[in-house]
């Protein structure tokens, strides 16, 4: 069983920086991939960034050189760092984990309960 619990969304300003934390309970077999997505009203959720097993960075090109995703292994969380902020950065953002559950063949996709960042101009 793994569960995924996000904190650190709220409001800042244009320009701002803010740090979100993603809680990781339980445990996997094999993890593949681990970072964040975000999703905007009326819109599909997207990729922000994630790691990979080797610990290779995939980033959203709007994000690009602003924000980055660190593991702490012993804390057992997941956190994404933003800086330099934009209106269009708001969204609901997910924590994500994917991996393969003991006893069990296939990848399982893991994602948190969404937590709001709202970016003021």
């Known amino acids: 069983q793994v569960q995924l619990v996000e904190s650190g969304g709220g409001r800042v300003q244009r320009g701002g920086s803010l740090t979100l934390s993603c809680s990781v309970s339980?445990?996997?077999?094999?993890?593949?991939?681990t970072g964040w997505y975000r999703q905007a009203p009326g819109e599909e959720r997207e990729l922000v960034a994630v790691?990979?097993?080797?610990?290779?960075?995939e980033t959203h090109g709007s994000v690009k050189d602003r924000f980055t995703v660190s593991v702490d292994a012993g804390k057992n969380t997941i956190s994404l760092h933003m800086n330099n902020l934009k209106p269009e950065d708001t969204a609901v953002y997910y924590c994500?984990?994917?991996?393969?559950?003991?006893?069990?063949?296939?990848?399982?996709?893991?994602w948190g309960q969404g937590t709001q960042v709202t970016v003021s101009s």
């Open positions: 994500y984990r994917r991996g393969r559950p003991y006893f069990m063949a296939l990848m399982t996709d893991y």
């Open positions: 790691l990979g097993d080797g610990g290779t960075l």
């Open positions: 339980g445990s996997l077999f094999y993890v593949d991939t």
